[in-house]
């Protein structure tokens, strides 16, 4: 059993950041691939971003590349993700994820077994 709660979205301005957050209880990340995705209105769940165990390995959807950081404390058993240049099109709920199985490829929504309820985030123009 895991519990994930996001924080952090909100409205910004185009060009502006936010730092999302993840927290886990019920069980320690360290043994997970953990992972992002959005839901814009009228569209999937897509993927944006995930990481591996240890943190050393990461992926990426194009649209987000050179802009958004996911990165992890295991420690304190959190995942973040870091928006920076942020697009009106980056709005949607933002939604983390936990993958339970190693035999994955941690960019598909079936990958995951466990999501949190999400944070919204606006940018306006």
């Known amino acids: 059993q895991v519990q994930l709660v996001e924080s952090g979205g909100g409205l910004v301005q185009a060009g502006n950041s936010l730092r999302l957050s993840c927290a886990a209880s019920?069980?320690?990340?360290?043994?997970?691939?953990m992972g992002w995705f959005r839901q814009a209105p009228e569209k999937e769940r897509e993927f944006v971003a995930a990481i591996s165990r240890s943190g050393s390995n990461t992926y990426y959807t194009d649209s987000v590349k050179g802009r958004f950081t996911i990165s992890r404390d295991n420690a304190k058993n959190t995942v973040y993700l870091q928006m920076n240049s942020l697009k009106p099109e980056d709005t949607a709920v933002y939604y983390c994820a936990v993958a339970t199985s190693p035999y994955i490829s941690g960019r598909r929504r079936y990958d995951y077994d466990y999501w949190g309820q999400g944070t919204q985030v606006t940018v306006s123009s």
């Open positions: 019920g069980r320690t990340l360290s043994s997970y691939i």
